[in-house]
């Protein structure tokens, strides 16, 4: 046994050598390999890189792959050197059973770009099963009658190995009688035939025990060895005989069980219950007898089991027909198993990309290969995809398909595929597979976000609290993940005295806006700036908005009463003639309030007076005039208290007191009161001093006025309107009143009041007085320098 394993192991190194030499002499392209079975695992095939004509790195950077039918690999590809290894040990007979040669087919795959080549396997035979007898022990019945030169069929041994390697030749051990001649069957295999050389003497030798050995052709040669029983019978002298050795018949691989294969007809030339024949299958394997059954009486052959074209296309069963005594005959049936279509096509994925990037040209998405275990027509296969989809199924070689995008894929329109890949054979009826995969669109940041609104506008009230949240921008992006998450910021503003950093900030992740700091509307009415929002992708995109902050005004000033002056002096005093009509003007008073629109309409209200219903104040303009006829009766000095409101919420008011003192005529311009006319012509050396301290308290209130006034110019400047007083538009008559000289206002005032139309502001002009000379009566106040008070609705003063 050690010498032959030394000379088997000699035998693979020979055959390795040839075989490496063979393909050293190949072209380019992978053709058929060969390896010696049993070779253990990780033995070298070939260098695929070399039969390719590729650098040996370059296997590796297109990807190369083996790929085999039904994904059982036998072989790898170390893609570092390119060499093409056995995966596994390989076993002929597990692989190929009977078939020679025993070829396993492949391909090699590149994927970029893609290229396939078609490769073959050969797996040699090596002598590594002995031949064995399914009944070692036989026994024949054999009539002495028999004469020389009559045959009888033995049963064979049974090897697995092919070739030459498979039994060559059946040998009997030494007898008088008897000799083996070795038959060869139609499907190539040997069985054994004992031929009778000299005629049998029951009564000198009844039985005989004889040795068979099968050997087969391997080197070195194995065996294997069957006793063989011959009783020799006296009686019965002919054996059965078929009427056809040999029996053809075709049947569909669909036929159901119990179908009628054949019936076979032996008849004996004995009578009696010698020529009696029973029939049975002679001979069979295990997966004969599962798949047919003989009637012993009739022959009649019939279906056991389903038969399957794809594993077995054909089966030779021989039949024997046996008389009740020791004879039989032989005959053989070829069955031949027709194709139906019964196998639904297989679709193998070799290659799946489950991800697309959007807008990319055309992609290669899966490669598959399918297969039809039918034949002819029905082993024919068409491949198709769903018409609606921007996907193209390409057929790059036998079998083999490629996936690929049409177009590019936009992920916003549509961020994933259902493909069904169908595989529908040509046979009758047609079978087809599906097989279903899922695409997804990855995203590119291709698209900007988006606001809601190219404008903003928004309003705040003023005097708000810092930190207030005063509205919300919002950008959506198309795009997903890091594509579209969306941070905002303020842009720059075009205006560079606008102080925006301290105004308001932006929250970055959800656009909201916050008033930095209280806003007052006397200074800052309504401002405007850009935010933009950006997305996070690599490049990031961005696109803006405007925002427009209007500040809505408070009713946080009170109304300012411009005169008569409240500056602490002594007090103004109108004098009123008691000739004087009803509805005489006694004097006005003029005030303004800060604020604006509805919080800048003032009312005027005679909240006391020293004698009630002598005096009268106008609610809209603050004229104040006689209510009725003067009398001698009513007092010579009257106190007049007059409220000043706006129209806020809640309203503020002031407050203004005035001086009234009824004379005779204006020949005087002051009259004194009977208890101090005696004092004063007393204090006749006062009256330097009381003209000097009303000229300093005059020019003092004048100084008050004009700084005043300057200041309110300043802080004014840059929210005032530059435009005169349009057409009057609003709640106050637009016209001038001439008020002439009459009671205490000597000289003649012209003034008007108009609202300035659509934009929410009014102006009140207060004309420069036409000053008359009066016989040294005083004037009362005097504005010298024209003046402009506005607030926010528009008031001013000239």
């Given at each position: ?490 842009l720059p503003p075009a205006d560079p005295q606008l102080p925006l950093a301290s105004l308001v900030s932006i929250n970055a992740d959800n656009g909201q806006l916050f008033a930095l ?280 003063i000239q």
């Amino acid at each position: 046994m050690e010498a032959s394993g030394k000379f088997i192991c000699r035998q693979r190194q020979v055959v390795l050598f040839f075989v490496l030499l063979g393909l050293s002499q190949a072209g380019m392209e992978p053709g058929r390999y060969s390896v010696v079975e049993e070779t253990e695992g990780s033995s070298f095939v070939t260098n695929l890189a070399k039969d390719l004509g590729l650098g040996q790195r370059e296997l590796s950077k297109r990807g190369a792959r083996v790929i085999s039918k039904g994904n059982k690999l036998h072989l790898k590809l170390d893609q570092e050197t390119g060499d093409l290894l056995l995966n596994e040990k390989l076993d002929r007979e597990e692989l190929c059973g009977h078939t020679d040669p025993c070829v396993l087919r492949f391909q090699v795959l590149l994927e970029n770009p893609l290229q396939f080549f078609q490769a073959e396997l050969q797996v040699i035979d090596i002598n590594d099963h002995s031949p064995v007898f399914v009944d070692r022990d036989m026994l024949l019945k054999i009539s002495e009658s028999s004469p020389p030169g009559t045959t009888f069929p033995l049963k064979n041994a049974k090897d697995v190995d092919v070739g030459r390697n498979n039994i060559e030749t059946y040998i009997i051990s030494p007898n008088s009688y008897f000799r083996v001649l070795t038959r060869k069957s139609s499907d190539g295999s040997r069985y054994p035939e004992l031929v009778l050389d000299k005629a049998l003497d029951r009564e000198q030798e009844p039985e005989l025990r004889l040795t068979l050995t099968a050997q087969d052709g391997g080197s070195p040669p194995r065996s294997g060895i069957a006793q063989i029983n011959i009783e020799v019978v006296d009686i019965n002298d002919n054996a059965p005989e078929f009427e056809q050795s040999l029996y053809r018949v075709k049947i569909p691989e669909d036929s159901p069980i119990g179908f009628l294969i054949v019936t076979v007809s032996a008849t004996d030339a004995d009578i009696g219950v010698n020529g009696e024949i029973s029939y049975s299958l002679f001979q069979a394997s295990e997966e004969i007898c599962k798949t047919f059954e003989i009637n012993s009486m009739t022959g009649e052959i019939r279906l056991k089991k389903q038969l399957d074209f794809e594993r077995i296309q054909f089966y030779e069963v021989n039949i024997e027909a046996r008389d009740s005594g020791s004879f039989s005959g032989k005959c053989t049936v070829l069955t031949q198993v027709l194709d139906v279509n019964d196998n639904a096509p297989e679709i193998t994925m070799s290659a799946f990309t489950r991800h697309i990037p959007e807008n990319s040209p055309e992609a290669m998405v899966a490669v598959l290969s399918v297969s039809d275990l039918d034949s002819e027509e029905n082993g024919k296969i068409n491949c198709t995809i769903q018409d609606d989809l921007p996907f193209l199924l390409k057929s790059s070689l036998e079998n083999f398909y490629t996936l690929v995008t049409e177009r590019p894929l936009d992920r916003e329109s549509q961020a994933e595929y259902n493909i069904t890949i169908t595989a529908t054979d040509l046979g009758t009826p047609r079978l087809k597979t599906q097989h279903n995969i899922t695409v997804t669109v990855s995203d590119v940041n291709d698209n900007a976000p988006a606001f809601s609104q190219t404008t903003y506008t928004l309003r705040v009230r003023e005097n708000n609290s810092p930190a207030l949240h005063i509205g919300s921008v919002s950008a959506t992006d198309r795009d997903s993940g890091a594509n579209a998450q969306v941070t905002y910021s303020l842009l720059p503003p075009a205006d560079p005295q606008l102080p925006l950093a301290s105004l308001v900030s932006i929250n970055a992740d959800n656009g909201q806006l916050f008033a930095l700091r209280s806003l007052d509307y006397e200074a800052l009415q309504a401002f405007e700036f850009g935010v933009r929002a950006a997305d996070r992708g690599s490049p990031a995109l961005s696109s803006q908005a405007r925002v427009r902050v209007l500040v809505l005004d408070d009713n946080d000033n009170a109304p300012f009463v411009l005169y008569p002056p409240q500056n602490g002096s002594a007090p103004c005093t109108e004098l009123v003639p008691r000739a004087a009509e009803a509805g005489y003007l006694v004097t006005k008073v003029v005030a303004v309030d800060g604020d604006s629109g509805q919080n800048a309409w003032l009312s005027y209200q005679l909240l006391k007076a020293t004698e009630p219903g002598l005096f009268g104040v106008w609610a809209h303009n603050g004229e104040v005039r006689t209510a009725r006829l003067l009398s001698e009766r009513d007092a010579v000095k009257h106190r007049l208290v007059v409220l000043v409101r706006d129209n806020g919420e809640p309203p503020r008011s002031a407050s203004v007191t005035l001086h009234v003192l009824l004379v005779d005529g204006f020949s005087q311009p002051y009259l004194p009161l009977p208890e101090v006319a005696a004092a004063e012509a007393r204090a006749d050396p006062l009256t330097v001093y009381l003209v000097v301290a009303l000229a300093s308290v005059s020019s003092l209130f004048l100084f008050s006025v004009l700084v005043f006034v300057a200041v309110r110019l300043c802080r004014r400047s840059r929210a005032a309107s530059a435009g005169r007083c349009s057409a009057p538009e609003g709640h106050f008559p637009g016209h001038l009143v001439d008020v002439s000289g009459a009671g205490t206002l000597s000289q003649s005032y012209q003034y008007e009041v108009c609202l300035r139309g659509g934009s929410g502001t009014s102006e009140f002009k207060f004309l420069k007085p036409n000053v008359p000379n009066f016989q040294g009566h005083s004037p009362g106040p005097e504005i010298e320098e024209n003046a402009n008070f506005r607030n926010d609705f528009g008031f001013s003063i000239q």
